[in-house]
T-cell receptor, first 113, second 110 residues
Framework: DSGVTQTPKHLITATGQRVTLRCSPRSGDLSVYWYQQSLDQGLQFLIQYYNGEERAKGNILERFSAQQFPDLHSELNLSSLELGDSALYFC????????????FGPGTRLLVL | TQLLEQSPQFLSIQEGENLTVYCNSS?????LQWYRQEPGEGPVLLVT?????EVKKLKRLTFQFGDARKDSSLHITAAQTGDTGLYLC??????????FGKGTMLLVSP
């Protein structure tokens, strides 16, 4: 158990819908990272927050957005969902925002039908 | 974009055999991490290597960072069924984010 929690574990929805994925970092960690994992693309970095502020952006689509709240939990919002958005979404956290010390949550499996 | 190529993509061996998996790039990374991911779970950090030429050992696993900090290898001695999983390497970019390889899927059979 990494100490990072993600909800829900599974999510099934339809094209065009909007979903919110939630992540609670390890106690004391200030930074949260979001990743998407698919069979063809592998694990892709989406976005990083540090203490409530966006710090780095990766391959995140404009239909996707995220935020980190004062209690440091984070949410990833996916809208206008397409079939190709079906993937595993992981959250990771670290104390200082250093990439090399990330701990991953168990993931949310999203299926868009 | 800094890319990491992992090889082989898939490896199926018998318990007790040795194996090496590789992670290569044309880019220099300030550090490189190896993760193992089991089905239905998130990646778990195994090791971080920082210095060119660095070798780290974790029980039966030996990790090496290339002298030029562009490549790395993971060697497993006397593989066990519990070593089965997806092995991912990840390089730390100048913006302190991670770029991942697509992984090597290892299956160790009894």
């Amino acid at each position: 158990d990494s100490g990072v929690t993600q909800t829900p574990k599974h999510l099934i929805t339809a094209t065009g819908q909007r979903v919110t994925l939630r992540c609670s970092p390890r106690s004391g960690d200030l930074s949260v990272y979001w990743y998407q994992q698919s069979l063809d693309q592998g694990l892709q970095f989406l976005i990083q927050y540090y203490n409530g502020e966006e710090r780095a952006k990766g391959n995140i689509l404009e239909r996707f957005s995220a935020q980190q709240f004062p209690d440091l939990h984070s949410e990833l919002n996916l809208s206008s969902l397409e079939l190709g958005d079906s993937a595993l979404y992981f959250c990771a956290s670290s104390v200082s925002g250093l990439a090399k010390t990330q701990y991953f949550g168990p993931g949310t499996r999203l299926l868009v039908l | 974009t800094q890319l990491l190529e992992q090889s082989p993509q898939f490896l199926s061996i018998q318990e007790g055999e040795n194996l090496t998996v590789y992670c290569n790039s044309s880019s220099v990374f300030s550090s490189l991490q190896w993760y193992r991911q089991e089905p239905g779970e998130g990646p778990v950090l195994l090791v971080t290597v920082v210095t060119g030429g660095e070798v780290k050992k974790l029980k039966r696993l030996t990790f090496q960072f290339g002298d030029a900090r562009k490549d790395s290898s993971l060697h497993i001695t006397a593989a066990q069924t519990g070593d089965t999983g997806l092995y991912l390497c990840a390089g730390e970019t100048p913006t302190s984010t991670l770029t991942f390889g697509k992984g090597t899927m290892l299956l160790v059979s009894p």
